[in-house]
């Protein structure tokens, strides 16, 4: 199990508390691997993209009208977190849903 997401993101914490065998990997230090990104991005569309952040308000409406994954190679911290990844499944937020598909 691999959990996506910032060291500093509160709900990341909260998984992580949560997920305790979970490997974590911070998407601002090392990125997500494409295959995952486009995976995660074939299944959760533009939810994937956090357009409520500080790192989406600062940027251009040339920087927004970008492809999805090339914005988020570029800005990691603008995915909606976490991002886990479980034997192939993905499951993005930190929601009920989640919580208890995972829980």
């Given at each position: 199990m691999r959990l996506y997401g910032l060291k500093t993101c509160d709900t990341c914490r909260?998984?992580?508390k949560v997920l305790e065998n979970a490997q974590f990997v911070d998407v601002r230090a090392e990125g997500v691997p494409e295959?995952?990104?486009?995976?995660?991005?074939?299944?959760f569309g533009g939810a994937l993209v956090n357009t409520r952040s500080t790192t989406w308000r600062g940027l251009s409406e040339e920087e927004r009208g970008q492809e999805p994954i090339s914005l988020l190679q570029a800005h990691p911290t603008l995915m909606k977190r976490p991002l886990v990844e479980v034997d192939g499944a993905l499951y993005l937020g930190w929601g009920k849903d989640v919580q208890a598909a995972l829980g």
């Open positions: 909260k998984a992580l295959d995952v990104l486009k995976k995660a991005y074939e299944e």
